[in-house]
């Protein structure tokens, strides 16, 4: 038996002696979710896809990631005398290349100052740490997203939610618990609805509230040369922060968030993520400098990825899907409990089409959906199959007993 075969006998037979409490949570999961909920099958495992699938599960919105001058400007940097400094970002030197990419970014944002982090969540739970503590109020529509609500729960916040694009709601939870820190996503990952961030602006200014955007799904997509939503409605000068996964229309794996020179000072002496995870390497830096300049650029491909939003959203709506709790490139096909989404996704699989499956903790319990992310490059004979393939399986999916045509239905009879 080889050395590697042996050690992971010993890994296996060690977690056969796991301690009841581990266990009972793992048969939550393998027993009662699986096996009797699901009849044994998971939900996210898809069948490996054929040649010519419509892969709608990627975030890369303007199809991005193989375009060949990104590639070579990180190849170059790859096979270039520049190999970095594995450390963390509080120990670059001034004029780094990591500094000088997030001048840029800040830039393009509209902003003073930026910092670049390993990913959008550790950006998002580095800043509540550094923002919120004992005691703070930290209102979050309830589907912001969990690295938000993590950065709440590391910082020792109060946590307090308000209904999901409700403005009014938001105002009443400020006025109980008083001024804290607003946080909201510009464009929903779950659904792509768009957060009301006008009207959640002038809440934070009446409270004396700081207010975080999390701009993840909208950076390079929406506003003024990709600049994001925030950007669009000239609301730059009055958000705190803003915070984005680089994983989305930036097709790399980082996070940034937006702020002052001043506090980007005290940020690199107090985020946990910032002090004690390692920094960007330098291809990754080389993917983004390059990146920024396509997306600031890329109008044609925003205006693609528009025209494919609604070509693929008037679709589906004419077919009876209820896709109306969002509006942008984001496309919730909520089926609700798990087993209708698991019949929904194997529908979807036979007919070549791949999404993501959204389901507890995602999502709530009963509203679990496959998540279907449109991109640029989406073609006219892949978005004919797409609509094809959901105008087939309506009657095999039980479209009609899905919770969003119940909601829809509910609705139309008020
Ligand atoms: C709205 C939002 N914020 C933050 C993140 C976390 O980003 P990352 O994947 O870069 O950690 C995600 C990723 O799913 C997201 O959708």
């Given at each position: 038996m080889t050395f590697a075969a042996n050690q992971s006998f010993s890994a296996i037979r060690a977690e056969l002696c796991m301690p009841e409490f581990v266990r009972r949570r793992m048969d939550a999961h393998y027993v009662t979710r699986v096996q009797q909920l699901l009849g044994g099958e998971h939900l996210h495992v898809w069948k490996p896809a054929e040649a010519g699938a419509v892969m709608?599960?990627?975030?890369d919105y303007l199809n991005i990631s193989n375009h060949p001058h990104l590639l070579a400007a990180q190849a170059r940097s790859l096979l270039g005398?520049?190999?970095?400094?594995?450390?963390?970002?509080?120990?670059l030197q001034e004029g780094s290349s990591q500094h000088r990419l997030e001048a840029k970014f800040a830039a393009y944002m509209g902003a003073e100052d930026g910092v670049l982090a390993q990913s959008g969540w550790a950006a998002n739970v580095g800043l509540l740490q550094t923002l919120a503590g004992p005691g703070v109020p930290v209102y979050l529509d309830m589907m912001a997203h969990a690295s938000l609500w993590e950065g709440v729960q590391s910082a020792q916040a109060i946590g307090v939610p308000f209904l999901h694009n409700d403005p009014a709601h938001l105002e009443r939870q400020v006025d109980k618990q008083g001024a804290g820190i607003i946080v909201v996503d510009a464009l929903y990952s779950t659904n792509g609805s768009v957060a009301p961030l006008q009207r959640v602006v002038e809440i934070a200014e009446r409270s004396g509230s700081i207010l975080i955007v999390d701009e993840s799904h909208s950076?390079?997509?929406?506003?003024?040369?990709?600049?994001?939503l925030v950007a669009q409605l000239g609301l730059t000068e009055r958000v705190h922060f803003r915070t984005a996964s680089l994983a989305k229309a930036f097709a790399g794996r980082a996070g940034f968030l937006t702020c002052s020179s001043q506090f980007k000072g005290y940020f690199l002496s107090a985020s946990r993520p910032a002090i004690f995870s390692s920094c960007l390497l330098e291809h990754e830096l080389a993917w983004f400098d390059a990146a920024l300049d396509f997306i600031s650029a890329a109008d044609a491909q925003r205006a693609a990825l528009r025209d494919v939003t609604t070509q693929v959203r008037e679709g589906l709506r004419g077919l009876?899907?209820?896709?109306?709790d969002g509006s942008e490139q984001i496309v919730a096909l909520e089926a609700g409990p798990e087993p209708k989404t698991l019949v929904l996704r194997k529908a979807l699989e036979r007919r070549g089409i791949y999404g993501a499956v959204f389901c507890a903790p995602a999502t709530a319990k009963n509203r679990s959906l496959v998540r279907l992310t449109l991109n640029a490059g989406l073609s006219a004979q892949q978005i004919a199959r797409l609509l094809d393939a959901c105008a087939d399986m309506r009657h095999e999916v039980d479209l009609e007993g899905w919770s969003s045509s119940k909601r829809q239905h509910r609705l139309t009879l008020v």
């Open positions: 709608l599960a990627s975030n005398s520049q190999s970095g400094m594995l450390m963390s970002s509080v120990f950076l390079g997509t929406h506003g003024p040369r990709g600049a994001g009876g899907y209820n896709i109306d």
